[in-house]
Nanobody
Framework: QVQLVESGGGLVQAGGSLRLSCAAS????????MGWFRQAPGKEREFVAA????????DYVDSVRGRFTISRDNARNMVYLQMNSLKPEDTAVYYC????????????????WGQGTQVTVSS
């Protein structure tokens, strides 16, 4: 019964930066792992990043490691994705996700999704 609302997407030139935000409500936030996924046109949904319930451990897909940073603010029920050095291949709809069970954040553990926010990176 969680609601996830993403924001912060937009159009950016290659090499630029964006910060995506996700606001969560509806159930206890601070004990659930959070993640970001993306889906490009004609492609399947792809894991991007995840963060544990306490923010102590993160996980990234290889293609974004070193460029993207996931973080969370449990006091505000927020999760963020800082996206630097953006590339055209990062263009996708980005979805915020919450794990299906508390204290989990593995790539296959997510079962609640936001509506998505569009990120477009121009050449």
């Amino acid at each position: 019964q969680v609601q996830l609302v993403e924001s912060g997407g937009g159009l950016v030139q290659a090499g630029g930066s964006l910060r995506l935000s996700c606001a969560a409500s509806g159930r206890i936030f601070s004990t659930y792992g959070m993640g970001w996924f993306r889906q490009a046109p004609g492609k399947e949904r792809e894991f991007v990043a995840a963060i544990t319930w306490n923010g102590l451990t993160t996980d990234y897909v290889d293609s974004v490691r070193g460029r993207f940073t996931i973080s969370r603010d449990n006091a505000r029920n927020m999760v963020y994705l800082q996206m630097n050095s953006l590339k055209p291949e990062d263009t996708a709809v980005y979805y915020c996700a919450q794990s299906r069970a508390p204290y989990t954040s593995s790539r296959g553990s997510f079962g609640s999704w936001g509506q998505g926010t569009q990120v477009t990176v121009s050449s």
